[in-house]
């Protein structure tokens, strides 16, 4: 089952704008990841925010996390043509054994226009 | 460090065959975990394996089973392939370390196997 549902499911943005994505998930989590999808192919990591955090950065990717509404933001500032691709935010779901590998969302698909 | 490897990198395969994917972690990292990703269910959890072992297993039928070998490379097997098995199959490897704090942190990832049943 998916743990994590972005919003929204696609998005189109000028080159040079801002693209803000959204996740919520239904779980108490340790953290929660973004990872970026290009066209079918592997997933790349790119940012983990911890319970304890509220906002992290890196480069031009800003991610906040509000554990009382079970949700997360990802923010891409001054996008690029390269930055088209989709974004996934994902947990680890957790039973008696340990954790049950990540819980991914279902995935924002960004495209940049040039 | 070489990243996660995959082979083959596509395959077609019609119903009723079984393949076997392919997967070498990034070196040092000894759990490996596979995801199966279709357009209509997302990217969804097969299994993990540490140590040779089957951690944790999604909910996948029987048909779908996996192994890992002592230099923590691993392989996945579905048998008797139905048309709704064509996905991209995702392995991941971590440094994960039982009982450790930073286990659960990011997975890694291949590229991917592309499997179409026909």
């Known amino acids: 089952s998916q743990q994590g549902e972005e919003d929204p499911q696609a998005l189109s943005i000028q080159e040079g704008e801002n693209a803000t994505m959204n996740c919520s998930y239904k779980?108490?989590?340790?953290?929660l990841q973004w990872y970026r999808q290009n066209s079918g192919r592997g997933l790349v990591h790119l940012i983990l925010?911890?319970?304890?955090?509220r906002e992290k950065h890196s480069g031009r990717l800003r991610v906040t996390l509000d554990t009382s509404k079970k949700s997360s933001s990802l923010l891409i500032t001054a996008s690029r043509a390269a930055d088209t691709a989709s974004y996934f935010c994902?947990?680890?779901?957790?039973?008696?054994?340990?954790?049950?590998?990540?819980?991914f969302g279902k995935g924002t698909h960004l495209i940049i226009q040039p | 460090k070489a990243g996660v490897t995959q082979t083959p990198r596509y395959l077609i395969k019609t119903r009723g065959q079984q393949v076997t994917l392919s997967c070498s972690p990034i070196?040092?990292?000894?759990?490996v975990s596979w995801y199966q990703q279709t357009p209509g269910q997302g990217l969804q959890f097969l299994f993990e394996?540490?140590?040779?072992?089957?951690?944790n297993k999604g909910n996948f039928p029987g048909r779908f089973s996996g192994r890992q070998f002592s230099n923590s490379r691993s392989e996945m097997n579905v048998s008797t392939l139905e048309l709704g098995d064509s996905a991209l199959y995702l392995c991941?490897?971590?440094?994960?370390?039982?009982?450790?704090?930073?286990?659960?942190?990011?997975?890694?990832f291949g590229p991917g196997t592309r499997l179409t049943v026909l």
């Open positions: 991941a490897s971590r440094p994960f370390t039982s009982g450790g704090s930073s286990s659960y942190n990011e997975q890694f």
């Open positions: 779980t108490s989590i340790n953290n």
């Open positions: 070196s040092g990292h000894r759990s």
């Open positions: 394996y540490f140590s040779e072992t089957q951690r």
């Open positions: 925010i911890r319970s304890n955090e």
């Open positions: 994902a947990t680890w779901a957790y039973s008696g054994g340990g954790a049950d590998g990540l819980t």
